[in-house]
């Protein structure tokens, strides 16, 4: 029994541990950013002024609305194509590794040999880099978060009340819209705040399929210009916006997927 509440003590303390390393860090970037002093690292007083310089950035700003723009759009194709291909391939039920892996591919593969991949891609092509080639990268990854979502929900679907809408008389559109899509709205949904999410934060493809200048510059690409030039408490408040962004999002996602697997 002492074993027994002993190992049990030491596992809490192990896990107490590995929370505090990956937390403390983001808690202290978040309570630093609300610091009143010019250096990033010595708090001299509680201040919202570094939020509120933040609003009269216009590069940060600019920033911003690009990537507002990338991950909406991204998210949108993202999310009706991962249905779309998910749909496809639980109603064809029969489909080798070779498919999977062709699906998860993007999951997988690392993010820099992706966006050489893509850029090759695109000059290959002769396309001109901009933020229309960001949201098409974007969307190459975000399709198969968005069908791997989509897909759990779709191994306990019951695809005879498919058929038997079929039988009745109803268009494909029509089961659809009124069967299917009812069914699955919580899982597309969750996959589309996810893709939203990783969309928001994504730097390595988007760096390497941006075009030159403000234009097609997202946040965090911006953040990372910023850091080149030392840090302030401004870059703190700005990572501070995006974390809250990006857990708000994951958050809702994960509400609306709860129990989608095991239903």
Known sequence: MTQSFARILGLRAILVLVFAFLYIPIAVLVALSFNQGGL????????????????????????????LIVALV?????????????????????????????????????????????????????FTLGLHTIILAHVVF???FV????RARLKSFDWSIVEASADLGASAVTTFRRVTLPVILPAVVAGALLAFTLSVDEFIIAFFTAGAGRASTTLPMQIYSMIRFGITPEIN???TIVMAVSITALTL?????RGVVGQ
């Open 142 to 144: 975000n399709l198969a």
């Open 40 to 67: 990033p690292t010595v708090w001299s007083g509680f201040s919202l002024k570094w939020y509120a310089s933040l609003a009269g950035n216009a590069a940060i700003l600019s920033a911003a609305l690009n990537t």
């Open 237 to 239: 408040a700005l990572a």
């Open 74 to 126: 991204s998210t949108a194709i993202a999310t009706l194509l991962g249905t779309l291909l998910a749909i496809g391939v639980e109603m064809r039920r029969q489909y080798g590794s070779g498919l999977e892996a062709l699906i998860f591919a993007p999951m997988i593969i690392p993010d820099i040999v992706l966006a050489v991949a893509l850029l090759s891609f695109f000059s290959m092509l002769d």
């Open 147 to 150: 069908c791997s979502v989509v």
């Open 253 to 257: 996602s994960q509400r609306l997927n």
